[in-house]
């Protein structure tokens, strides 16, 4: 026993890392795996099952396993680095100045990783299902395609401009809640329960905006699996399909976030945040009334 603890005591100080920016990279990689592991597993599932002919007893369990996890994933990497599991979501905190630029690119990069990992694990474990399912062939859009199982695709009706206006309203939707749920001023929710309640807020996201395309608003949670589904056989279709639709859930969930975030403060933040500012002037300016007129009694009683 004393041996084995020594052992982990020399492991521990070998692999320990103090730069900080990278320990909170590397949680935001291992929380986004856990996340895009659960979403894909999912709809490895679903897809796999509804062609079988399998009933299922929820509406969607793509929409639940992406909109429940996000509490476990906090569990896993919030303390060390916020739990933000999404670019824009630190693209936000960025833009309001609560998170410094620097670490935008490395949560980014990292997120996509942890995306890419978490794809090629379920990818491994529903490997034969897969090729069984199209024997030996990998789609990527058409009749029982799978590229879909990993990455966002538009449904056939759907527009590159229009999927573009889908991406950014889901996206400041988002960004709209998570403001609001990590505000300080405005009735903040009680601690350790902020990421029930983002879960919840992903999962409405999901139910009522996923028809469209299958609401990515998350890069990191596309590009990644996209990535991973060029590497492993479907192809750089999964770029150039539906007029290199990729592009949309990249770069339109960056706009949602500005929306999101011009909105929330352009009605609520700004408000709430002065409230609290004069409310603190208020009490300095009392205290500091107060300050004098205590010097001004004492100077009487000395008189």
Wanted: net charge neutral; glycine share 10%; hydrophobic share 50%.
């Amino acid at each position: 026993m004393g041996r084995q603890k020594v052992l982990l005591d020399k492991l521990a100080h070998m692999f320990q890392i103090r730069n900080l920016l990278m320990r909170q990279a590397l949680a935001e990689c291992l929380g986004t795996l856990i996340l895009v592991m659960f979403g894909v597993w999912s709809g490895c599932t679903a897809g796999i099952a509804a062609v079988r002919v399998i009933s299922w007893n929820v509406p969607d369990p793509v929409n639940f396993a992406f909109g429940l996890p996000p509490p476990w994933e906090s569990l896993v990497c919030g303390q060390v680095a916020g739990g933000h599991l999404n670019p824009t979501v630190t693209f936000a905190l960025c833009i309001l100045g609560r998170e410094p630029w620097r670490k935008f690119p490395v949560y980014f990069l990292f997120q996509t990783i942890g995306a890419f990992l978490g794809s090629g694990i379920i990818f491994g474990m529903y490997f034969d299902a897969l090729w069984e399912f199209r024997k030996g062939s990998l789609i990527v859009v058409g009749e029982n395609a799978t590229a879909g199982i990993f990455a966002t695709y538009p449904s056939n009706h759907l527009s590159l401009v229009n999927g573009f206006f889908d991406q950014m309203i889901g996206t400041a939707a988002l960004i709209v809640c998570i403001l609001a749920i990590v505000d300080p001023y405005n009735n903040p929710i009680p601690r350790g329960l902020e990421a029930f309640t983002v879960g919840f807020v992903v999962l409405v996201i999901g139910l009522s905006m996923g028809f469209n395309s299958g609401y990515a608003v998350n890069p990191a949670r596309d590009l990644g699996p996209r990535l991973f589904t060029a590497i492993a056989g479907w192809g750089s279709e999964v770029f150039t399909a539906n007029d290199y639709w990729f592009f949309v859930p990249i770069f339109a969930p960056f706009f949602g976030a500005v929306v999101g975030v011009l909105v929330y403060q352009l009605m609520v933040g700004f408000h709430v945040e002065g409230e609290a500012r004069d409310r603190g002037e208020t009490v300095a300016r009392e205290e500091k009334e107060r300050l004098k007129l205590s010097n001004v009694t004492e100077k009487n009683e000395m008189a």
